[in-house]
């Protein structure tokens, strides 16, 4: 099984890297096997779907990265260390942990519950050599080939922008007490405008408002790993998060496509496009061309 895929276009046009971490549908069968639920309960827990809703942005000249393996078996939007060693059947052996507010509500970069808070694994499922194992197979390859790809954009386009690419259950999924208008349609992580140029989230949120969309920042959802660890402005490396509220094309409980799926599919490949044409302006970066 394929770990990821780089889809880009024939001739790149500009330094912008689309990302869909959680994503990715395969699960080992041993995996599968050994949990005790059903299985549409893992797959509920990544960004089903979020691939194809992004499917289009190629078009405008950039590339598109997704992970194939699902994010409840290896959560590549981690820190490597985010591992609760309580959760290891043996003693750790060469590994480093951080005790992250994620790990302890079972959500770190081998996740040990479900969305809703179910154990995944019956007992203390993994051993010390079995977590090394999956980020070997899973992780590292990753987290490579992504780093690769946003310095060959920086090295071809004097910079690169990530555009990390998540959705979020909304509220009426979840049995939220709070009301479903008081849930935004995205919210933009710009890791509190440490990871992303200001100027480029502003652009971002503005596109988004202007398709009738409601728009907050860092709420409830600042930016994982991969923003905060990818986003050095300073050193002209952008990353921004982008979260849309699932029921914007999914239907939540089956994981099929609604009627807006198109809709919000035409949206994310205008803005590609929009930036495409935008991004060097926005980044203060004018060549010859630009100038005429």
Do not use: W
Request: charged share 25%.
């Amino acid at each position: 099984m394929e770990t990821y895929s780089i889809i880009s276009p024939d001739t790149p046009s500009n330094g912008i890297v689309y990302n869909s971490p959680h994503s990715g549908r395969y699960l080992p069968v041993e995996f599968l096997n050994q949990y005790e639920g059903q299985p549409i309960r893992l797959h509920q827990s990544g960004d089903s779907r979020m691939d194809d809703v992004i499917g289009g942005i190629t078009s405008a000249g950039s590339c598109l990265f997704k992970n194939h393996y699902g994010r409840i078996y290896v959560d590549t939007n981690r820190d490597v260390r985010e591992i609760d060693p309580a959760c290891l059947k043996d003693s750790p052996r060469g590994l480093q942990f951080i005790r992250s507010e994620k790990v302890m509500r079972g959500f770190g970069v081998i996740p040990m519950k479900t969305f809703d808070g179910k154990d995944i694994y019956p007992e203390p499922g993994l051993t010390h050599d079995a977590a090394r194992a999956r980020l070997e197979e899973v992780y590292y390859p990753v987290h490579e080939a992504l780093a690769a790809l946003l310095e060959q954009a920086r090295d071809r386009f004097g910079y690169y922008l990530l555009v990390d690419c998540h959705s979020m259950p909304s509220y009426r999924f979840m049995n939220s007490r709070l009301p479903s208008n008081r849930q935004a349609d995205v919210v933009i992580g710009n890791n509190y405008d440490k990871s992303c140029s200001r100027k480029i989230s502003r652009y971002v949120a503005q596109h988004f408002e202007e398709d009738g969309l409601s728009v907050r920042f860092n709420a409830p959802y600042a930016g994982g790993y991969n923003t905060v660890h990818y986003g050095v402005p300073d050193r002209k490396r952008h990353a921004i998060q982008i979260e849309l509220n699932r029921n914007l094309y999914l239907n939540e409980e089956d994981l099929s496509l609604n009627g807006n799926f198109e809709n919000l599919r035409d949206s994310i490949t205008k803005l590609a496009d929009k930036l495409n044409r935008e991004i060097q302006s926005l980044l203060g970066i004018y060549t010859a061309n630009s100038e005429k």
